[in-house]
């Protein structure tokens, strides 16, 4: 399954490693503030309208 | 009759865009499909990438970073360039659509950098025989990452949001003028290690020019990583359209 | 303008007004480099252009935030801002005023300094002129950056972050200016292009910095 890397996986692989990581951590990041921010709104709309 | 002056162009369309209420009706509506398309294109581009390209001659498997590094890269450009348009609209149009994406787009454009340098010194090691190298390619992407950090220090350090996005429009247009002229300077002060352009459509004529075996598979990877910065702008911005709305209804809330 | 350039000189001349600080500061710097890098004469000289122009540079930095700082905290800058003197004038005249007493005193120390780094003599004419013309950038870019984080409370590391990118390509051709003249090489190519920063500089920033300042004191 795995691909023969040669003497290169240490390499190749910690790229792969930290780009997805860094990539998860920024979607993360996004999506959490996303929820908090609606969630606020939410609250705030439904007290202003109330 | 003229007809010319009814139909809606493109650019009519798009200008509407700047009314927080038809952007956020729109942007919901897209996000789910550019969200789903950034993940297939990702992946495919990843995984037919790692495991099925095979090793190049003299790069061995180290290739196989291109697909991280490349896009990356090219993102972490386009980041700079989307928050130059939208510091310009701002300025120009005063539209808070606008300057509210270019403040979503700052972060991914930074971590976009951060993996285009990050891969960049892991491929360079091995290949270069040094983690880092004041090579004129990855001294432009330090400083263009300094560039977005002090972009998004500015935008945090000022409490009014008007006056934030005026401040950080006027810095990221000098900085763009001055990205540019250090892109050149680089240049100047160090013919480099980089190749010549790395993505050409010519044949495999050019030696140092990739094939077709593995252009594909970046092309796929090209096309995740620019669905994804897509992705997180519009779920940025409509982050931050909310954030100026709730930040409204609160101080109403403070003078009621 | 002639009046606020004049008046912000006398201010920084004055005692308390930091003249000197930049001076000291470069001295300083110079002198610890041997001490971090080790006496030995030749690596020195081959380093030195870089260490000059750099110190030059930090010692520039340490000052921008006077600029606009003291006169905004006091309330002159509002004064101003209502004066029929337009920001675009306040701007000019303030990064003038820091030139003469920053830029220009640190251009002309550098060679001496470069004794203490054994530069050659001749290429430390060539770094006093490669500061003369790279200094009016550092001023102009700096006084841009302290108009930007001007409302900003402890905004000093900030305005490091702000305006050290900006500064890289001026100390690029400069430093780089006076390694080729130290190799021997054609060094004019160099000192142009660094001029034209100086220059270009001069050209937008004010713009630039005008809006800022308009912004700033809304």
Redesign the interface.
């Known amino acids: ?1 795995m ?7 240490l ?2 692989n ?3 490693v ?2 997805l990581l ?2 998860a ?3 993360g ?3 959490k ?2 929820r908090a ?2 969630r ?2 939410a609250a ?2 439904a ?2 309208d109330a | 009759m003229n007809n010319r002056s009814i139909a809606p162009t493109f650019w009519d369309r798009f200008w509407r865009l700047a009314n927080p209420k038809v952007f956020m009706g729109w942007s919901g509506r897209a996000l789910p499909w550019v969200a789903a398309a950034a993940g297939l294109f990702l992946c495919s581009g ?1 995984i037919w990438g ?3 390209t095979p ?1 190049d001659i003299r790069q ?3 290739v ?2 291109i697909y ?2 490349v896009p ?1 890269a090219l993102m972490a450009i386009n980041g700079y360039l989307l928050m130059f348009v939208g510091a310009l609209v701002w ?1 120009i149009r005063r539209q808070h659509v606008s300057v509210l994406a270019a403040k979503a787009a700052a ?2 454009g930074m ?1 976009m950098t ?2 285009a340098l ?2 960049g010194a ?2 360079g ?2 290949m270069w025989g040094t983690y880092w190298v004041w090579d004129p390619r990855l001294t432009s992407f330090l ?1 263009l990452f ?2 977005y ?2 972009y998004i ?2 935008w945090a ?2 409490e009014d949001e008007d ?1 934030a996005a ?2 950080t429009s ?2 990221a ?3 763009a ?2 990205a540019m ?2 892109r050149y ?2 240049l ?2 160090n013919q480099g290690l980089h190749q010549g352009t790395t993505v050409t459509m010519a044949d495999g004529a050019q030696q140092d020019n990739i094939s077709n075996v593995f252009f594909q598979p970046l092309l796929l990877s090209m096309a995740g990583f620019g669905l ?1 910065f897509l992705t ?1 702008l519009l ?2 911005t ?2 931050e359209v ?2 100026r ?2 930040k409204v ?2 101080a ?2 403070r003078m009621e | 303008m002639i009046q606020l350039f004049l008046r912000d000189v006398g201010l920084s001349v004055r005692s308390g007004g930091g003249f000197g600080l930049a001076l000291i500061f470069f001295l300083i710097v110079v002198t610890l480099i041997p001490f971090a890098l080790g006496p030995d004469q030749t690596a020195l000289a081959v380093i030195a252009p870089g260490v000059l122009w750099l110190g030059a540079l930090l010692a520039c930095l340490l000052s921008l935030d006077r600029i606009f700082g003291l006169d905004f905290e006091d309330g002159t800058l509002d004064l101003l801002a209502t004066s029929p003197l337009p920001p675009e004038a306040v701007y000019i005249a303030k990064a003038a005023a820091h030139w003469l007493t920053t830029g220009l005193p640190l251009a002309l120390a550098a060679p001496v300094l470069g004794v203490l780094l054994n530069l050659d003599f001749e290429i430390g004419k060539i770094l006093c002129l490669s500061l003369l013309l790279g200094t009016p950038a550092l001023s102009l870019i700096g006084a ?1 950056g302290a108009s ?2 001007l ?2 409370k402890r ?1 000093g590391l ?1 305005l490091s ?2 305006v ?3 500064y ?2 001026s100390l ?2 400069g430093a ?1 200016a006076v390694r080729l003249a130290g190799q021997g090489l054609a060094y004019d190519g ?1 000192l142009v ?1 660094l001029s034209a ?1 100086s220059l ?1 500089a001069a050209a ?2 004010p713009f ?1 910095s005008g ?2 300042l308009r ?2 004191l ?1």
Request: glycine share 8%; aromatic share 10%.
């Open positions: 399954m691909p023969d890397l040669g003497k290169y996986g390499e190749v910690s790229s792969y930290l780009s860094a990539l951590v920024i979607i990041l996004y999506a503030r996303s921010v609606k606020d709104l705030m709309e007290v202003h | 990843l790692y495991f099925f090793d061995g498997s180290t196989k970073i991280l590094h990356a300025l972060p991914v971590v951060l993996i990050a891969t892991i491929w090691q091995p400083i300094l560039f950090v002090g220090a500015l350090a000022i006056t005026d401040l006027v810095l247009i000098v900085g003028v001055f002229l250090s300077a680089v100047f002060w994804l997180l779920i940025g409509r982050t909310r954030s709305r709730l209804l609160q109403r809330e | 841009f930007l984080t409302g900003v905004g900030l972050l702000l050290l990118p900006l890289v390509p690029i051709f780089q160099a292009l920063i270009g937008i920033l630039a809006a800022a912004i700033n809304r």
